[in-house]
């Protein structure tokens, strides 16, 4: 009797085997549906593209970013074992220079996303496949584990398949969650009940790439991806947006489009958050395949707030471009307002009132590069990039 549960055993592990084992391969020629389409020329375009020194300068991992809707907070996951991170900044053209820990003690963190009060948090756990939502708990203004998300396959009865399981996000009113799966790609859920989500749908995966780490928009009409284009035989993760009209429309392979990185080269770029207004891009880059090896880059972009792409407006406004210690800047329609000098970490460096209709900083001391220049007067801003030879 016992020869034969043992060899019945064994037969469960083979199906197993068999049946997860074709899921894998799903995601590697399908994930979802496989549908052979190119990437549509970038909607969005972000300058710079470097280091956040002070969130990333110890030998720890920085991963998994989400930003709040205005872009002053970030919450990330850090260190073995793993750890939740608040940063703060006071404008969306600075720096990260303030950092603390928000509690929790929960293994394997994999993802971190938060309301938009920023009083509900939502974790992922990796290999457990578990989403948990934590509350937050006063007068320590910590937050404390609430309960687990139950998750269910299309069918509404059994749970998601056995995998990694990571980057948590949902759409602003929750009816919908998004979560990568390692074998199933990019999977969406709808909200059932208050604590249970029902798979929906796969993300459509064009042809050729695998979906990797992913985070919806804030207004839920962007799906943030980490992608390899293996048909043009790429070395590097790139981000990539899918785009939809409207909540509870599937993303389809036909919105795929490449975010355009400035200053990124040689480098895996993994999951992507973007502010509000998507003025702000924070993502995780990574040059070797080591958890310890993760770190948060910040890049700036067009955003709704009127942030000048590399285009004419540099063209106009800034000269000579590129320069070598100095530059000038046209400030037409801002007299009256402020001008401030940014480094691409978004260190200030100065700061200029406009009195007349230009105004020049002189970097002769500081190293070649990207720098920012913030031009605001009323609600009026814009952002222009100059480059130091």
């Not at 894998?24 to 020194?53: C, M, R, Y």
């Not at 603390?100 to 994999?110: F, K, N, R």
């Not at 924070?282 to 770190?295: A, K, M, S």
């Not at 000098?341 to 007349?356: P, T």
């Amino acid at each position: 009797m016992s020869d034969f549960i043992a060899k019945v055993r064994v037969l469960l592990f083979v199906l197993v085997g068999i049946l997860f084992g074709s899921a894998a391969n799903s995601q590697v020629s399908g994930g979802g549906n496989s549908v052979v389409v190119e990437p549509l020329a970038e909607s969005f375009s972000f300058w710079g593209g470097s280091k956040i020194s002070y969130l990333s300068g110890d030998d720890n991992a920085e991963a998994y970013p989400c930003l709040t809707s205005d872009g002053l907070r970030l919450y990330y996951v850090t260190g073995t074992p793993a750890r939740i991170m608040l940063a703060r900044r006071t404008t969306t053209s600075g720096s990260f220079l303030d950092k603390v820990q928000m509690g929790l003690d929960i293994p394997g963190l994999s993802g971190v996303w938060v309301n938009a009060d920023e009083t509900e948090l939502y974790v992922s756990t990796g290999m457990s496949k578990q989403v948990f939502v934590c509350r937050l708990s006063f007068p320590e203004k910590k937050f404390v584990k609430d309960k687990e998300i139950v998750l269910r396959d299309s069918n509404g009865v059994t749970s998601v398949a056995p995998g990694f399981l990571g980057s948590v996000s949902l759409s602003s009113d929750k009816s919908e969650l998004y979560l990568y799966h390692e074998y199933l790609g990019c999977i969406g859920f709808r909200r059932r009940f208050d604590s249970s989500y029902v798979q929906a749908d796969y993300v459509e995966r064009p042809a050729g790439f695998r979906l990797e780490g992913c985070q919806l928009s804030r207004d839920g009409l962007h799906l943030i991806v980490s992608a390899k284009d293996s048909t043009k035989g790429a070395s590097y993760q790139s981000l990539y947006t899918f785009s939809r009209a409207k909540l509870g429309e599937k993303f389809r392979a036909s919105s795929f489009e490449l975010v355009k990185v400035g200053a990124v080269s040689g480098l895996n770029m993994y999951q992507g958050t973007m502010s509000g207004d998507y003025s702000t891009l924070v993502f995780t880059g990574n040059r070797d395949v080591y958890w310890n090896g993760n770190d948060l880059y910040m890049a700036f972009g067009s955003g709704v707030n009127g942030i000048a792409e590399d285009s004419d407006e540099t063209g106009l406004r800034v000269f000579p471009h590129p320069f070598e210690e100095s530059f000038r800047v046209k400030v037409d329609g801002y007299l009256g307002g402020k001008a401030r000098l940014f480094s691409i970490e978004g260190a200030v460096l100065a700061e200029r009132e406009l009195s007349s209709t230009e105004v020049e900083f002189n970097v002769a001391g500081y190293c070649s590069g990207l720098y920012m220049v913030e031009l605001s007067h009323g609600g009026k801003r814009l952002i222009l990039g100059a480059v130091k030879h």
